[in-house]
């Protein structure tokens, strides 16, 4: 397929244990997002990639949570010691280049600590 | 304030009338304005976007109307359907260095009754 993909697509895990989840962008596609939806909220931006660094952070909501791209593609976004308050949608997305405005979603992780 | 407001929060529409949902923003930076549409289990896609030096802009059954001087934006769609019934999401965009923020409305869930 051509669009966001990201993995797993559910996560159940228990309070304290670290979790991954992954994000395979549209090829091509130099700038990635990270963002969290909680029930029935909006979205909420977490970090922003171009190629690999990071230049914008300002949304992750604490040090448990990081991010990291690798080869200007894929990405993983971590979250470490999981707290109940985690417990959202994480959503990928990715846009093609500086000129481009849309970003084009994947289906979400759905995480749920218990 | 770089805020987004949107309203209403939830809207029910009978099949064939007209769905209304508008914005307002406070930044003049915004030059980009969005609307996505997300159905339950899926990422946010890109609906109809509109850039500030035009009022209108119609594709099929949607409509956005612009009101630079108000600072507010609505989306409008005609006609609407039981397959419209999903979360709208209102954005507006404005360039940050290599990077096109993107400041999201909370969202309104819009059911059509058949």
């Known amino acids: ?3 966001v993909s990201q993995s797993p697509s559910n996560k159940v895990t228990e309070k304290g244990k670290d979790v991954e989840l992954r994000c395979d962008p549209i090829s091509g596609h130099t700038a990635l997002y990270w963002y969290r939806q909680s ?3 909006g979205l909420e931006f977490l970090i922003y990639f171009q190629g690999n660094s990071a230049p914008d952070k300002s949304g992750l909501p604490s040090d448990r949570f990081s991010a990291e791209r690798t080869g200007g593609s894929v990405s993983t976004l971590t979250i470490q010691r999981t707290q109940q308050e985690d417990s959202a949608v994480y959503l990928c997305a990715s846009r093609l280049g500086r000129s481009q405005e849309t970003q084009y979603f994947g289906p979400g992780t759905r995480l749920l600590v218990l | 304030q770089q805020q987004v407001k ?3 929060q939830s809207l029910i529409v009978q099949k064939g009338g007209i769905s209304i949902i508008n914005c307002a923003y406070e930044n003049t930076a915004f030059d980009y304005f969005p ?3 997300q159905f339950p289990g899926k990422g946010p896609a890109l609906l109809i976007a509109i850039r500030p030096d035009v009022s209108e802009k119609k594709e099929g059954r949607f409509t956005i109307s612009f009101n630079k001087s108000a600072k507010q934006f609505s989306l409008h769609i005609m ?5 419209d019934s999903a979360t709208y999401f209102c954005a507006a965009s404005f360039p940050a260095g290599n990077n096109r923020k993107l400041i999201w409305g909370l969202g309104t869930s819009l059911a059509v009754n058949p």
């Open chain 2, 35 to 37: 609307w996505y549409q």
């Open chain 1, 1 to 3: 397929g051509a669009g």
């Open chain 1, 39 to 41: 029930l029935g909220q």
């Open chain 2, 79 to 83: 006609d609407s359907q039981p397959g």
């Open chain 2, 6 to 8: 949107q309203s209403p």
